[in-house]
């Protein structure tokens, strides 16, 4: 058990929907990662937060928002759902808002569109 | 183009065998992971390196910083190795496309 709780585990959904992935860090940790694995694509990082601030951004589509949260969870929220979409979106926590620390995982939540 | 290289794509091992996955990126990072992804889904971290050699029970992932390149090697390796490796720079957030490992009893 990595302590990174994701929820919910599995969605599904109809394009053109919106739904909000929750993911709460380990305890202690102010770093909350997003990523994106689809199929045809790998694993791909969406972006970061640090203590409630956003850190860093990687391929996050303008149709996908986060915030991180005064206790520190986090919502990845996606809208305008299409097809593509399909993928296991995890989240991962690290204490730091730097590139050294150790990355903890959650179990991912696997979201599809149809 | 991907920054991160992994090779090879995909492993079939005999149990007991020396395994060695790899990894090369092309611009200087200031850590690199190696991940292992179970077909559940669920991802592990199992290293973070920013030089030299790491070593966690039968795993030894080592990295070289000039060459930009790493290694993940297993030893004596056994059928619940059987997994996706993944490497990823941790700076720019790129992952490799991952080795899928199967060890055959």
């Known amino acids: 058990d990595s302590g990174v709780t994701q929820t919910p585990k599995h969605l599904i959904t109809a394009t053109g929907q919106r739904v909000t992935l929750r993911c709460s860090p380990r305890?202690?940790?102010?770093?909350v990662y997003w990523y994106q694995q689809s199929l045809d694509q790998g694993l791909q990082f969406l972006i970061q937060y640090y203590n409630g601030e956003e850190r860093a951004k990687g391929n996050i589509l303008e149709r996908f928002s986060a915030q991180q949260f005064p206790d520190l969870h986090s919502e990845l929220n996606l809208s305008s759902l299409e097809l593509g979409d399909s993928a296991l979106y995890f989240c991962?926590?690290?204490?730091?808002?730097?590139?050294?620390?150790?990355?903890?995982f959650g179990e991912g939540s696997r979201l599809t569109v149809l | 183009k991907n920054e991160v290289e992994q090779s090879p794509q995909n492993l079939t091992a005999q149990e007991g065998e020396f395994i060695t996955i790899n990894c090369s990126y092309s611009v200087g990072i200031s850590a690199l992971h190696w991940l292992q992804q179970h077909p559940g889904g669920g991802i592990v971290s199992l290293f973070m390196l920013s030089s030299g050699k790491k070593k966690h029970g039968r795993l030894i992932a080592t990295i070289n910083i000039q060459e930009k390149h790493s290694s993940l090697h297993i030893t004596a390796s056994h059928p619940r190795d059987s997994a996706v490796y993944i490497c990823?720079?941790?700076?720019?957030?790129?992952f490799g496309t991952g080795t899928s490992l199967t060890v055959i009893p």
């Open positions: 991962a926590s690290s204490v730091g808002g730097g590139y050294t620390g150790e990355l903890f």
């Open positions: 990823a720079r941790r700076n720019q957030f790129y």
């Open positions: 305890s202690g940790d102010l770093s």
